[in-house]
């Protein structure tokens, strides 16, 4: 049950697109379409963004999309905007029906 | 409107132990896995338990296995977690979320500190 490995933090400015990886096995992330993705602000419940790989829930901007090769999924925020700013974290279910998250990648919006 | 309402958080000694509970309203609570995460200050989302809809399977994450137990009263729509033998790392909001694929709704968390 080891954390799914994402980038401490990445940068963008207003308008540009970022992506943010999520690296883990094939018990997890390459062994099913059961990613999803998550944004929180500081003192917030985390928000679904994105769930089985590239499904965006009602609500969602379609600025946000994602995408899985292998045991890599990714997160891709474009047209970013201030309101971007916030932690994002990645989640997968392993074959177990347990869970694992990411360690979570900050963005901030220069 | 599906809510969930985290409670029994608190101050807690070390060695203590905690019932922290979820109330659900708004969705059929029997049809859902719940879960269990947890958030250390500061720190990122850690997975804790999920239990299925009807409570004939659970899980937990290795590091916690033995000392926290997760639970459900479907007739009571709630959801539990006892948490004994507490030590200052299990210091976080506990949040519980719906869902085994994905987790759409969350609870506002209950802080747990434990301190002497």
Same mark, same amino acid.
């Given at each position: 049950?080891?954390?799914?490995? !994402? $980038?401490?933090?990445?940068? %963008?400015? $207003? %308008? !540009?697109? &970022?992506? &943010?990886?999520?690296?883990?096995?094939?018990?997890?992330?390459? %062994?099913?379409?059961?990613?999803?993705?998550?944004? !929180?602000?500081?003192?917030?419940?985390?928000?679904?963004?994105?769930?089985?790989? #590239? /499904?965006? $829930?009602?609500?969602?901007? /379609?600025?946000?999309?994602? #995408?899985?090769?292998? /045991?890599?999924?990714?997160?891709? &925020? #474009?047209?970013?905007? =201030?309101?971007?700013? =916030?932690?994002?974290?990645?989640?997968?279910?392993?074959?177990?029906?347990?869970?694992?998250?990411?360690? %979570?990648?900050?963005?901030?919006?220069? | 409107?599906? *809510?969930?309402?985290?409670?029994?958080?608190?101050?807690? *000694?070390?060695?203590?132990?905690?019932?922290?509970?979820?109330?659900?309203?708004?969705?059929?609570?029997?049809?859902?896995?719940?879960?269990?995460?947890? *958030?250390?200050?500061?720190?990122?989302?850690?997975?804790?338990?999920?239990?299925?809809?009807?409570?004939?399977?659970?899980?937990?994450?290795?590091?916690?296995?033995? @000392?926290?137990?997760?639970?459900?009263?479907?007739?009571?729509?709630?959801?539990?977690?006892?948490?004994?033998?507490? @030590?200052?790392?299990?210091?976080?909001?506990?949040?519980?979320? @719906?869902?085994?694929? @994905?987790?759409?709704?969350?609870? *506002?968390?209950?802080?747990?500190?434990?301190?002497?």
């Amino acid at each position: 049950q080891s954390a799914l490995t !994402q $980038p401490a933090s990445v940068s %963008g400015s $207003p %308008g !540009q697109s &970022i992506t &943010i990886s999520c690296t883990g096995t094939s018990s997890d992330v390459g %062994g099913y379409n059961y990613v999803s993705w998550y944004q !929180q602000h500081p003192g917030k419940a985390p928000k679904l963004m994105i769930y089985e790989v #590239s /499904n965006r $829930p009602s609500g969602v901007s /379609n600025r946000f999309s994602g #995408s899985k090769s292998g /045991n890599t999924a990714s997160l891709t &925020i #474009s047209g970013l905007q =201030a309101e971007d700013e =916030a932690d994002y974290y990645c989640r997968s279910c392993t074959s177990s029906n347990t869970v694992v998250f990411g360690g %979570g990648t900050k963005l901030t919006v220069l | 409107e599906v *809510q969930l309402v985290e409670s029994g958080g608190g101050l807690v *000694q070390p060695g203590g132990s905690l019932r922290l509970s979820c109330a659900a309203s708004g969705f059929t609570f029997s049809d859902y896995w719940m879960n269990w995460v947890r *958030q250390a200050p500061g720190k990122g989302l850690e997975w804790v338990a999920n239990i299925k809809e009807d409570g004939s399977e659970k899980h937990y994450v290795d590091s916690l296995k033995g @000392r926290f137990t997760i639970s459900r009263d479907n007739a009571k729509n709630s959801l539990y977690l006892q948490v004994n033998s507490l @030590r200052a790392d299990d210091t976080a909001v506990y949040y519980c979320a @719906r869902g085994l694929r @994905r987790n759409l709704y969350w609870g *506002q968390g209950t802080l747990v500190t434990v301190s002497s």
